[in-house]
C-alpha cells in the first residue's frame, strides 16, 4: 500500500510563490509516474504537471513557464516537489498527487494511489 500526503499549500497574493511536496511512502518501484492535479472551485479536475522514472516531465500551457514538477529519493523516501510561481487568482484549487506504480502511464486513469491533497488560494 503507497500512501501520498501533501504539503506545502496556504495562501499567497497574486505574484507569489509556493513550494508543494508529496512524500510517497511504501512505494519501491522502478517504473512509475507522478502527476500533480488540481481541481478548483466549479472546474472540472485537470492534470498541471507529471514525472516520470526516466525525469520526463510535462505541463499543460496553462501553467508551463510557471510551475516546475521534480522529485528526489532520500534515504528511501520518495518525494515529488512542485514549485509554482507567478501564481494567479485561477491557480486557486486543491492540489493532489497520485502515482502510477505500474508503469511510466500518466494521466489520471492510470493513477493507483491518491493523496487527499493541499489548498491552494490566490488573492488578487
Known amino acids: 500500500q503507497v500512501h501520498l500526503v501533501e504539503s506545502g499549500g496556504g495562501s499567497v497574493q497574486s505574484g507569489g510563490s509556493l513550494r508543494l511536496s508529496c512524500v510517497a511512502s511504501?512505494?519501491?518501484?522502478?517504473?512509475?509516474?507522478m502527476v500533480w492535479f488540481r481541481q478548483g472551485p466549479g472546474k472540472e479536475r485537470e492534470e498541471v504537471a507529471d514525472?516520470?522514472?526516466?525525469?520526463?516531465?510535462?505541463?499543460p500551457s496553462s501553467v508551463k513557464g510557471r510551475f516546475t514538477v521534480s522529485q528526489d529519493n532520500v534515504q528511501g523516501v520518495h518525494t515529488l516537489y512542485l514549485q509554482m510561481d507567478n501564481l494567479q487568482p485561477d491557480d486557486t484549487a486543491l492540489y493532489t498527487c497520485?502515482?502510477?506504480?505500474?508503469?511510466?502511464?500518466?494521466?489520471?486513469?492510470?493513477?493507483?494511489?491518491w493523496g487527499k491533497g493541499t489548498l491552494v488560494t490566490i488573492s488578487s
Open positions: 514525472i516520470d522514472s526516466s525525469g520526463i516531465t510535462w505541463y
Open positions: 497520485a502515482i502510477n506504480v505500474e508503469s511510466e502511464f500518466c494521466g489520471a486513469g492510470n493513477m493507483d494511489y
Open positions: 511504501g512505494f519501491y518501484g522502478s517504473d512509475y509516474c
